[in-house]
């Protein structure tokens, strides 16, 4: 009966170790970018003249001294929330150290564009055209006060 009881404690133990494991193992949550991280700590006034497109949903505002190669603001219309906004890093994922490796948009655009090879890419959540291509534009968080100001941070 004991061999029995170490038996299963053994393999509990096993199964126990393997699903730790496992779970640490498949973090998918977080991607890792090559980008260089500069620190990002960034107001923006909507009430501010510079800041207009950004009073209607699908405005856009491109910070140009900001983020690694500028961050790119774009007011969304997202799950019901009329002021969702969201910040993505100018620099395309995969080409950011070439000098063409810049995302560009224009109002009215739904997708951002790769200067290097013109990879698109949503404007709604950053994620790829090509399922193919896994990496998204990288997002910085953004907070909206409701009113008047938006705060985008890393």
């Known amino acids: 009966m004991s061999k029995i009881v170490d038996v299963l404690k053994n393999k509990t133990l096993a199964v126990s170790a393997a ?8 973090n998918t949550s977080a ?16 009430s501010d003249p ?15 001294n900001a983020g690694h190669a500028g961050i790119l603001v774009y007011r969304r219309y997202f799950e019901g929330q009329f002021y969702d906004f969201a910040a993505y890093e ?4 995969a080409h950011w150290a070439d000098g063409c490796g810049v995302l560009e948009s224009s109002s009215g655009d739904f997708y951002f564009t790769c200067g290097c090879d013109q990879h698109q890419y949503q404007l709604l959540d950053g994620q790829s055209l090509d399922t ?4 998204p534009v990288k997002e910085y968080r953004c907070t909206y006060d409701g009113v008047n100001i938006i705060r985008i941070t890393n």
């Open 19 to 26: 699903t730790i494991w496992l779970f640490s193992a498949c």
């Open 31 to 46: 991607v890792q970018y090559d980008i260089p991280e500069p620190f990002v700590d960034q107001t923006i006034y909507v």
């Open 50 to 64: 510079s800041s207009f497109n950004l009073t209607v949903v699908g405005g856009q505002l491109l910070l140009p």
């Open 90 to 93: 100018a620099a395309c994922p």
């Open 132 to 135: 193919n291509f896994l990496l």
